[in-house]
Protein backbone atom coordinates (compact mmCIF):
# COMPACT_ATOMS: atom_id res chain seq x y z
CA UNK A 1 0.00 0.00 0.00
CA UNK A 2 1.29 3.07 -0.79
CA UNK A 3 2.83 5.62 1.77
CA UNK A 4 -0.05 8.93 2.21
CA UNK A 5 1.02 12.29 1.07
CA UNK A 6 2.68 14.89 3.71
CA UNK A 7 1.19 17.81 4.02
CA UNK A 8 2.86 20.80 5.68
CA UNK A 9 0.75 22.95 8.09
CA UNK A 10 2.17 26.36 8.42
CA UNK A 11 -1.28 28.26 10.30
CA UNK A 12 -1.38 30.36 13.51
CA UNK A 13 -5.09 30.51 13.85
CA UNK A 14 -5.83 27.48 16.27
CA UNK A 15 -9.44 26.72 15.18
CA UNK A 16 -8.10 26.90 11.28
CA UNK A 17 -5.06 24.51 11.77
CA UNK A 18 -7.64 22.36 13.55
CA UNK A 19 -10.05 21.96 10.86
CA UNK A 20 -7.48 21.63 8.05
CA UNK A 21 -5.35 18.91 9.96
CA UNK A 22 -8.27 17.21 9.99
CA UNK A 23 -10.05 17.03 7.08
CA UNK A 24 -6.72 16.12 5.36
CA UNK A 25 -6.68 13.31 8.16
CA UNK A 26 -9.93 12.44 6.78
CA UNK A 27 -8.61 12.48 3.22
CA UNK A 28 -6.10 9.85 3.88
CA UNK A 29 -3.28 12.62 4.04
CA UNK A 30 -0.65 12.59 6.62
CA UNK A 31 -0.17 16.01 7.93
CA UNK A 32 2.91 18.06 9.84
CA UNK A 33 2.57 21.12 11.97
CA UNK A 34 4.57 24.13 12.16
CA UNK A 35 4.26 26.80 14.72
CA UNK A 36 7.14 29.15 13.33
CA UNK A 37 9.32 30.11 10.98
CA UNK A 38 12.26 28.09 12.75
CA UNK A 39 10.47 24.72 12.76
CA UNK A 40 9.04 25.18 9.40
CA UNK A 41 12.72 25.19 8.14
CA UNK A 42 13.38 21.99 10.56
CA UNK A 43 10.44 19.80 9.00
CA UNK A 44 11.36 20.51 5.73
CA UNK A 45 14.98 19.76 6.32
CA UNK A 46 13.94 16.44 8.23
CA UNK A 47 11.33 15.81 5.82
CA UNK A 48 9.70 15.40 2.53
CA UNK A 49 6.05 16.69 2.40
CA UNK A 50 4.23 17.32 -0.87
CA UNK A 51 2.55 19.94 -0.10
CA UNK A 52 2.79 23.31 2.34
CA UNK A 53 -0.38 25.07 3.09
CA UNK A 54 0.53 28.14 4.67
CA UNK A 55 -1.29 31.01 5.91
CA UNK A 56 -1.22 34.60 4.43
CA UNK A 57 0.49 36.06 7.21
CA UNK A 58 2.54 33.68 9.38
CA UNK A 59 5.10 34.04 12.34
CA UNK A 60 4.53 38.01 11.40
CA UNK A 61 5.72 37.41 7.91
CA UNK A 62 4.09 37.65 4.61
CA UNK A 63 3.13 34.01 3.50
CA UNK A 64 3.57 34.68 -0.28
CA UNK A 65 7.34 36.13 0.78
CA UNK A 66 7.91 32.88 2.83
CA UNK A 67 6.77 30.48 -0.09
CA UNK A 68 8.95 32.86 -2.77
CA UNK A 69 11.95 31.85 -0.60
CA UNK A 70 11.42 28.49 0.12
CA UNK A 71 10.76 27.70 -3.80
CA UNK A 72 14.47 28.97 -4.41
CA UNK A 73 15.18 25.95 -2.22
CA UNK A 74 12.55 23.53 -3.24
CA UNK A 75 11.38 24.48 -6.25
CA UNK A 76 9.26 21.56 -6.99
CA UNK A 77 7.19 22.07 -4.27
CA UNK A 78 3.36 23.16 -4.38
CA UNK A 79 1.87 25.84 -2.11
CA UNK A 80 -1.40 26.49 -1.15
CA UNK A 81 -2.07 30.28 0.43
CA UNK A 82 -4.86 30.62 2.79
CA UNK A 83 -6.33 33.23 3.27
CA UNK A 84 -9.84 35.61 4.92
CA UNK A 85 -9.87 38.20 2.40
CA UNK A 86 -8.67 37.76 -1.48
CA UNK A 87 -7.43 41.31 -2.33
CA UNK A 88 -5.96 42.19 -6.10
CA UNK A 89 -2.85 42.74 -4.54
CA UNK A 90 -2.50 39.41 -2.88
CA UNK A 91 -3.89 37.57 -6.40
CA UNK A 92 -1.13 39.11 -8.57
CA UNK A 93 1.61 37.92 -6.26
CA UNK A 94 -0.04 34.40 -6.61
CA UNK A 95 0.07 34.33 -10.45
CA UNK A 96 3.75 35.71 -9.92
CA UNK A 97 4.79 32.55 -8.33
CA UNK A 98 4.54 29.25 -9.98
CA UNK A 99 2.88 25.98 -8.01
CA UNK A 100 0.70 27.89 -5.55
CA UNK A 101 -3.06 28.19 -5.42
CA UNK A 102 -5.09 29.28 -2.52
CA UNK A 103 -8.50 28.52 -0.25
CA UNK A 104 -10.84 31.00 1.10
CA UNK A 105 -13.48 30.09 3.67
CA UNK A 106 -16.27 29.22 3.79
CA UNK A 107 -14.39 25.66 4.83
CA UNK A 108 -15.54 22.38 3.80
CA UNK A 109 -14.08 19.07 4.69
CA UNK A 110 -14.51 18.41 1.08
CA UNK A 111 -13.17 21.50 -0.48
CA UNK A 112 -10.10 21.58 1.35
CA UNK A 113 -9.05 17.95 -0.04
CA UNK A 114 -10.27 18.39 -3.03
CA UNK A 115 -7.88 22.04 -3.27
CA UNK A 116 -4.70 19.88 -1.71
CA UNK A 117 -5.66 17.21 -4.35
CA UNK A 118 -5.81 19.04 -7.40
CA UNK A 119 -2.21 21.13 -6.12
CA UNK A 120 -0.95 17.69 -5.95
CA UNK A 121 -1.96 16.84 -9.47
CA UNK A 122 -0.52 19.58 -10.83
CA UNK A 123 2.45 19.38 -9.23
CA UNK A 124 2.97 15.62 -10.09
CA UNK A 125 1.83 16.55 -14.07
CA UNK A 126 5.10 18.75 -14.04
CA UNK A 127 7.04 16.29 -12.42
CA UNK A 128 6.56 14.05 -14.73
CA UNK A 129 7.53 16.31 -17.42
CA UNK A 130 10.27 17.22 -16.22
CA UNK A 131 11.40 13.62 -15.30
CA UNK A 132 10.87 12.94 -19.25
CA UNK A 133 12.80 16.04 -20.10
CA UNK A 134 15.40 14.86 -17.79
CA UNK A 135 15.44 11.12 -19.43
CA UNK A 136 15.59 13.20 -23.08
CA UNK A 137 18.04 15.70 -22.18
CA UNK A 138 20.33 12.60 -20.61
CA UNK A 139 19.86 10.08 -23.48
CA UNK A 140 20.61 12.93 -26.36
CA UNK A 141 23.88 13.47 -24.28
CA UNK A 142 24.48 9.96 -23.98
CA UNK A 143 24.15 9.65 -28.09
CA UNK A 144 25.99 12.75 -28.74
CA UNK A 145 28.86 11.50 -26.94
CA UNK A 146 28.61 8.01 -28.11
CA UNK A 147 28.79 10.49 -31.46
CA UNK A 148 31.65 12.17 -30.07
CA UNK A 149 33.80 9.43 -29.80
CA UNK A 150 33.01 8.04 -33.72
CA UNK A 151 33.64 11.95 -34.83
CA UNK A 152 36.74 11.23 -32.94
CA UNK A 153 37.60 8.18 -34.17
CA UNK A 154 37.23 9.55 -37.70
CA UNK A 155 38.83 12.80 -37.45
CA UNK A 156 41.92 11.24 -35.79
CA UNK A 157 41.34 8.62 -38.83
CA UNK A 158 41.75 11.62 -41.39
CA UNK A 159 44.64 13.55 -39.30
CA UNK A 160 46.84 10.54 -39.45
CA UNK A 161 46.56 9.88 -43.11
CA UNK A 162 46.95 13.73 -44.58
CA UNK A 163 49.53 13.55 -46.88
CA UNK A 164 50.77 16.98 -45.68
CA UNK A 165 52.48 17.90 -42.72
CA UNK A 166 50.88 18.52 -39.84
CA UNK A 167 51.47 19.54 -36.35
CA UNK A 168 49.15 21.45 -33.86
CA UNK A 169 50.73 24.01 -30.86
CA UNK A 170 49.37 25.94 -28.18
CA UNK A 171 49.44 29.69 -27.26
CA UNK A 172 53.42 28.81 -25.46
CA UNK A 173 54.39 26.67 -29.04
CA UNK A 174 53.98 23.17 -27.08
CA UNK A 175 53.01 20.67 -29.45
CA UNK A 176 49.75 19.32 -29.01
CA UNK A 177 49.32 17.30 -32.54
CA UNK A 178 51.22 16.14 -35.30
CA UNK A 179 50.46 13.65 -37.78
CA UNK A 180 52.86 10.73 -39.51
CA UNK A 181 53.83 12.75 -42.43
CA UNK A 182 55.20 15.24 -40.31
CA UNK A 183 56.92 12.93 -38.17
CA UNK A 184 58.65 10.96 -41.01
CA UNK A 185 59.73 14.25 -42.93
CA UNK A 186 61.46 15.64 -39.82
CA UNK A 187 62.38 12.26 -38.01
CA UNK A 188 60.44 13.54 -34.86
CA UNK A 189 59.40 10.86 -32.45
CA UNK A 190 55.62 11.27 -31.65
CA UNK A 191 55.58 9.37 -28.31
CA UNK A 192 58.10 12.02 -26.59
CA UNK A 193 57.80 15.23 -28.95
CA UNK A 194 53.95 16.07 -27.61
CA UNK A 195 53.97 18.30 -24.91
CA UNK A 196 57.73 19.63 -25.19
CA UNK A 197 58.32 22.94 -27.19
CA UNK A 198 58.73 23.04 -30.86
CA UNK A 199 61.62 24.92 -30.43
CA UNK A 200 63.31 22.02 -28.25
CA UNK A 201 61.95 19.51 -30.94
CA UNK A 202 63.10 21.16 -34.62
CA UNK A 203 66.12 20.95 -35.69
CA UNK A 204 65.96 22.08 -39.36
CA UNK A 205 66.80 25.53 -40.09
CA UNK A 206 64.18 26.74 -42.49
CA UNK A 207 61.37 25.43 -40.37
CA UNK A 208 62.90 27.32 -36.75
CA UNK A 209 63.03 30.48 -39.09
CA UNK A 210 59.54 30.23 -39.63
CA UNK A 211 58.60 29.34 -36.58
CA UNK A 212 60.38 32.22 -34.84
CA UNK A 213 59.83 35.05 -37.80
CA UNK A 214 56.28 33.96 -39.43
CA UNK A 215 53.52 36.55 -39.84
CA UNK A 216 50.63 34.26 -38.47
CA UNK A 217 47.99 36.63 -39.25
CA UNK A 218 49.07 36.70 -42.80
CA UNK A 219 46.92 33.39 -44.55
CA UNK A 220 48.69 33.58 -47.85
CA UNK A 221 52.41 33.75 -46.48
CA UNK A 222 54.96 30.86 -46.91
CA UNK A 223 58.00 29.36 -46.66
CA UNK A 224 59.98 27.02 -48.67
CA UNK A 225 61.63 24.60 -46.51
CA UNK A 226 64.92 22.53 -48.66
CA UNK A 227 65.97 19.09 -47.72
CA UNK A 228 69.15 17.55 -48.33
CA UNK A 229 67.79 14.80 -50.93
CA UNK A 230 66.80 17.70 -53.36
CA UNK A 231 62.73 17.39 -52.22
CA UNK A 232 61.17 21.03 -51.41
CA UNK A 233 58.28 21.98 -48.93
CA UNK A 234 56.15 24.49 -48.82
CA UNK A 235 55.45 25.38 -44.97
CA UNK A 236 53.22 27.76 -43.69
CA UNK A 237 52.62 28.98 -39.76
CA UNK A 238 49.35 30.35 -39.05
CA UNK A 239 47.41 31.15 -35.89
CA UNK A 240 43.99 29.28 -34.71
CA UNK A 241 42.16 31.33 -32.70
CA UNK A 242 42.02 29.74 -29.36
CA UNK A 243 44.08 27.00 -29.94
CA UNK A 244 47.75 28.32 -30.95
CA UNK A 245 49.38 27.35 -34.07
CA UNK A 246 49.09 25.49 -36.95
CA UNK A 247 52.79 24.56 -38.51
CA UNK A 248 51.65 22.44 -42.65
CA UNK A 249 53.91 21.83 -45.22
CA UNK A 250 52.87 20.25 -48.90
CA UNK A 251 55.68 19.22 -51.22
CA UNK A 252 55.90 21.01 -53.91
CA UNK A 253 59.34 19.47 -55.36
CA UNK A 254 57.20 18.95 -58.76
CA UNK A 255 55.77 22.52 -58.96
CA UNK A 256 59.45 23.74 -58.76
CA UNK A 257 60.62 21.12 -61.62
CA UNK A 258 57.44 22.62 -63.45
CA UNK A 259 58.88 25.98 -62.83
CA UNK A 260 61.90 25.20 -64.07
CA UNK A 261 60.66 23.96 -67.12
CA UNK A 262 59.02 27.18 -67.59
CA UNK A 263 61.87 29.33 -67.08
CA UNK A 264 63.41 27.09 -69.58
CA UNK A 265 60.56 27.95 -72.18
CA UNK A 266 60.13 31.31 -71.36
CA UNK A 267 64.13 31.57 -71.89
CA UNK A 268 63.46 29.68 -75.60
CA UNK A 269 60.72 31.92 -76.63
CA UNK A 270 62.08 34.95 -75.82
CA UNK A 271 65.33 34.05 -77.72
CA UNK A 272 63.89 31.89 -80.57
CA UNK A 273 60.66 34.04 -80.99
CA UNK A 274 61.54 37.81 -80.02
CA UNK A 275 64.91 38.39 -81.55
CA UNK A 276 63.55 37.06 -85.28
CA UNK A 277 60.41 39.36 -84.38
CA UNK A 278 62.71 42.31 -83.65
CA UNK A 279 65.25 41.84 -86.30
CA UNK A 280 62.26 41.80 -88.73
CA UNK A 281 61.09 44.59 -87.22
CA UNK A 282 64.81 46.52 -87.90
CA UNK A 283 64.86 45.67 -91.44
CA UNK A 284 61.01 47.00 -92.03
CA UNK A 285 62.40 50.27 -90.89
CA UNK A 286 65.71 49.75 -92.92
CA UNK A 287 63.49 49.21 -96.07
CA UNK A 288 62.38 52.62 -96.08
CA UNK A 289 65.87 54.19 -95.76
CA UNK A 290 67.27 51.87 -99.10
CA UNK A 291 64.96 54.03 -101.68
CA UNK A 292 61.80 55.75 -102.36
CA UNK A 293 58.87 54.08 -101.80
CA UNK A 294 55.24 54.53 -103.51
CA UNK A 295 52.44 54.61 -101.03
CA UNK A 296 51.07 50.77 -101.56
CA UNK A 297 54.66 49.51 -100.43
CA UNK A 298 54.45 51.89 -97.31
CA UNK A 299 50.74 50.68 -96.93
CA UNK A 300 52.34 47.07 -97.06
CA UNK A 301 55.45 47.62 -94.63
CA UNK A 302 52.82 49.26 -92.06
CA UNK A 303 50.49 46.24 -92.01
CA UNK A 304 53.55 43.82 -91.65
CA UNK A 305 54.70 46.45 -88.81
CA UNK A 306 51.59 46.50 -86.97
CA UNK A 307 51.20 42.45 -87.34
CA UNK A 308 55.00 41.85 -85.56
CA UNK A 309 53.96 44.26 -82.87
CA UNK A 310 50.44 42.55 -82.06
CA UNK A 311 52.56 38.87 -82.40
CA UNK A 312 55.02 40.31 -79.77
CA UNK A 313 52.34 41.31 -77.67
CA UNK A 314 50.25 37.98 -78.27
CA UNK A 315 53.39 36.33 -76.83
CA UNK A 316 54.07 38.49 -74.17
CA UNK A 317 50.58 38.17 -72.76
CA UNK A 318 50.79 34.26 -73.41
CA UNK A 319 54.30 34.31 -71.24
CA UNK A 320 51.94 36.38 -68.32
CA UNK A 321 49.36 33.76 -68.17
CA UNK A 322 51.67 31.08 -68.36
CA UNK A 323 53.34 32.64 -64.90
CA UNK A 324 50.11 33.33 -63.18
CA UNK A 325 48.62 29.91 -64.09
CA UNK A 326 52.17 28.49 -62.65
CA UNK A 327 52.09 30.13 -59.41
CA UNK A 328 55.39 31.52 -59.86
CA UNK A 329 54.93 34.75 -60.02
CA UNK A 330 54.66 34.71 -55.82
CA UNK A 331 55.94 38.68 -54.74
CA UNK A 332 53.93 40.24 -52.43
CA UNK A 333 54.34 43.30 -50.73
CA UNK A 334 51.34 46.29 -48.85
CA UNK A 335 50.52 48.86 -51.78
CA UNK A 336 47.36 51.22 -52.03
CA UNK A 337 45.12 50.40 -54.64
CA UNK A 338 44.22 54.16 -55.74
CA UNK A 339 47.79 54.98 -56.19
CA UNK A 340 47.99 52.59 -58.81
CA UNK A 341 45.05 53.38 -60.44
CA UNK A 342 46.75 57.19 -61.01
CA UNK A 343 49.62 55.85 -62.47
CA UNK A 344 47.14 53.33 -64.83
CA UNK A 345 45.08 56.90 -65.81
CA UNK A 346 48.31 59.11 -66.29
CA UNK A 347 49.91 56.26 -68.43
CA UNK A 348 46.42 55.95 -70.85
CA UNK A 349 46.24 59.86 -70.87
CA UNK A 350 47.04 60.01 -74.67
CA UNK A 351 44.01 57.67 -75.29
CA UNK A 352 41.79 58.74 -72.91
CA UNK A 353 42.56 62.56 -74.69
CA UNK A 354 42.73 61.12 -77.92
CA UNK A 355 38.67 60.14 -77.67
CA UNK A 356 37.82 63.03 -75.55
CA UNK A 357 36.70 60.97 -72.75
CA UNK A 358 35.39 62.23 -68.87
CA UNK A 359 37.27 59.89 -66.61
CA UNK A 360 35.13 60.65 -63.24
CA UNK A 361 36.58 59.21 -60.47
CA UNK A 362 35.38 58.58 -56.69
CA UNK A 363 38.11 56.69 -54.18
CA UNK A 364 36.79 57.19 -50.35
CA UNK A 365 39.43 57.85 -48.21
CA UNK A 366 41.80 56.27 -45.86
CA UNK A 367 41.93 53.24 -47.92
CA UNK A 368 43.43 49.84 -46.07
CA UNK A 369 46.56 48.42 -47.84
CA UNK A 370 46.37 45.56 -49.81
CA UNK A 371 48.89 42.72 -49.30
CA UNK A 372 49.48 42.23 -53.54
CA UNK A 373 52.04 42.27 -56.47
CA UNK A 374 52.10 45.82 -57.75
CA UNK A 375 53.19 44.79 -61.53
CA UNK A 376 50.31 42.43 -61.38
CA UNK A 377 47.62 44.82 -59.73
CA UNK A 378 48.90 47.43 -62.44
CA UNK A 379 48.10 44.86 -65.41
CA UNK A 380 45.18 44.17 -63.92
CA UNK A 381 43.97 47.95 -63.74
CA UNK A 382 45.43 48.92 -67.22
CA UNK A 383 43.70 45.30 -68.73
CA UNK A 384 40.29 47.00 -67.71
CA UNK A 385 40.10 50.21 -67.26
CA UNK A 386 42.28 50.44 -71.03
CA UNK A 387 39.27 47.87 -72.26
CA UNK A 388 36.98 50.87 -71.19
CA UNK A 389 38.84 53.53 -72.89
CA UNK A 390 38.60 50.94 -76.05
CA UNK A 391 35.14 50.13 -76.23
CA UNK A 392 33.89 53.71 -75.41
CA UNK A 393 32.37 56.04 -77.93
CA UNK A 394 34.07 59.41 -78.50
CA UNK A 395 33.00 62.15 -75.99
CA UNK A 396 31.46 59.51 -73.65
CA UNK A 397 32.04 58.67 -69.96
CA UNK A 398 33.95 56.78 -67.77
CA UNK A 399 33.24 56.31 -64.02
CA UNK A 400 36.39 54.35 -61.46
CA UNK A 401 35.25 54.12 -57.65
CA UNK A 402 37.39 52.29 -55.05
CA UNK A 403 35.76 51.64 -51.60
CA UNK A 404 36.30 49.65 -48.44
CA UNK A 405 33.65 46.67 -47.20
CA UNK A 406 34.60 45.14 -43.44
CA UNK A 407 38.33 43.31 -44.74
CA UNK A 408 37.62 43.79 -48.73
CA UNK A 409 38.38 46.75 -51.06
CA UNK A 410 35.95 47.23 -54.13
CA UNK A 411 37.19 48.49 -57.41
CA UNK A 412 34.18 49.62 -60.19
CA UNK A 413 35.15 50.37 -63.96
CA UNK A 414 32.16 51.55 -65.29
CA UNK A 415 31.93 52.39 -69.34
CA UNK A 416 29.21 53.89 -71.65
CA UNK A 417 29.99 51.62 -74.31
CA UNK A 418 28.13 49.23 -76.43
CA UNK A 419 27.80 46.70 -73.41
CA UNK A 420 28.30 42.53 -73.39
CA UNK A 421 25.56 40.39 -74.84
CA UNK A 422 24.44 37.87 -72.06
CA UNK A 423 25.30 34.93 -74.21
CA UNK A 424 29.04 36.19 -74.29
CA UNK A 425 28.86 37.38 -70.41
CA UNK A 426 29.80 33.52 -68.92
CA UNK A 427 32.49 33.26 -71.36
CA UNK A 428 33.77 37.05 -71.06
CA UNK A 429 36.70 35.77 -68.97
CA UNK A 430 37.80 32.58 -71.22
CA UNK A 431 41.05 32.23 -72.93
CA UNK A 432 41.14 33.71 -76.73
CA UNK A 433 37.36 34.81 -76.30
CA UNK A 434 35.90 37.69 -77.81
CA UNK A 435 32.29 39.40 -77.80
CA UNK A 436 30.15 38.25 -80.81
CA UNK A 437 29.24 42.30 -80.72
CA UNK A 438 32.68 43.36 -80.66
CA UNK A 439 34.02 45.34 -84.38
CA UNK A 440 36.64 43.20 -86.11
CA UNK A 441 38.56 47.10 -86.64
CA UNK A 442 38.80 46.92 -82.82
CA UNK A 443 42.32 44.78 -82.10
CA UNK A 444 42.89 42.57 -79.16
CA UNK A 445 43.68 38.97 -78.93
CA UNK A 446 41.28 37.58 -76.10
CA UNK A 447 43.91 36.80 -73.41
CA UNK A 448 43.50 40.56 -71.34
CA UNK A 449 40.87 39.68 -69.29
CA UNK A 450 41.75 36.12 -69.13
CA UNK A 451 44.86 37.23 -67.28
CA UNK A 452 42.87 39.51 -65.01
CA UNK A 453 40.74 37.04 -64.03
CA UNK A 454 43.92 34.87 -63.14
CA UNK A 455 45.80 37.55 -61.23
CA UNK A 456 42.69 38.48 -58.97
CA UNK A 457 42.03 35.26 -58.09
CA UNK A 458 45.79 34.47 -57.11
CA UNK A 459 45.25 37.32 -54.58
CA UNK A 460 42.02 35.39 -53.49
CA UNK A 461 39.76 37.79 -54.73
CA UNK A 462 36.94 37.73 -57.50
CA UNK A 463 35.73 39.93 -60.47
CA UNK A 464 32.59 39.97 -62.04
CA UNK A 465 30.77 42.35 -64.93
CA UNK A 466 27.41 43.73 -64.88
CA UNK A 467 26.18 44.94 -68.80
CA UNK A 468 23.50 45.75 -70.52
CA UNK A 469 23.17 46.29 -74.65
CA UNK A 470 23.55 49.84 -75.91
CA UNK A 471 24.26 50.87 -71.77
CA UNK A 472 27.92 50.10 -71.54
CA UNK A 473 29.41 47.17 -68.85
CA UNK A 474 30.87 47.69 -65.31
CA UNK A 475 33.65 45.45 -63.90
CA UNK A 476 33.54 44.57 -60.34
CA UNK A 477 36.93 43.48 -58.61
CA UNK A 478 36.88 42.24 -54.96
CA UNK A 479 40.67 42.19 -53.37
CA UNK A 480 40.85 40.90 -49.63
CA UNK A 481 42.46 43.24 -46.67
CA UNK A 482 45.58 41.83 -45.16
CA UNK A 483 46.36 42.67 -41.38
CA UNK A 484 49.36 44.47 -40.98
CA UNK A 485 52.75 41.55 -40.27
CA UNK A 486 53.06 40.98 -36.74
CA UNK A 487 56.12 39.15 -35.17
CA UNK A 488 55.42 36.26 -32.53
CA UNK A 489 57.26 36.25 -29.54
CA UNK A 490 60.17 34.40 -30.06
CA UNK A 491 60.63 31.57 -26.87
CA UNK A 492 63.38 32.59 -24.39
CA UNK A 493 66.17 30.13 -24.34
CA UNK A 494 67.34 28.94 -21.09
CA UNK A 495 70.66 30.45 -19.97
Known amino acids: MPKPDLILLALEEPSVLNLMDRALRAGNFETAIASDVKSLGKILKESVPSLLLVAEKFDGHDGLKVAAELQDHFPTLPFLIYTENMT ?136 EVSFPDGRVGNAQFIAIRDVGYALTMQDITYLKEVDRVRSELVHTVSHDLRSPLTSVIGYTELVERSGPLNDEQRDFLGRIQDSIQHITALINELLDLGKIEAG ?110 VDSEIEGSGLGLAIVKNIVESHQGRIWVESAIGKGSSFFIVLPVVSEPVQIAKKKEPE
Open 88 to 223: PELVKGIFHLSSIGYITPALKTEDIVAAVENSLKNAYRVGDWLRKEVRRTTDSLQKRAQLSETEHARLETVFNNIRDCVMILDQENVILLLNPAMSRAFGINPETAIGKPVLEVIRHPDLLTLITNADTKDPYQYH
Open 328 to 437: IDIRREFVQLDGILHYTIEMLHGQIRAKRLNIRTEIAPGLPSLRANPIRLRQVLDNVVGNAIKYSNFNGEIYISIHAEGDQVILQVTDQGPGIPPVDQPRIFDKFYRGTN
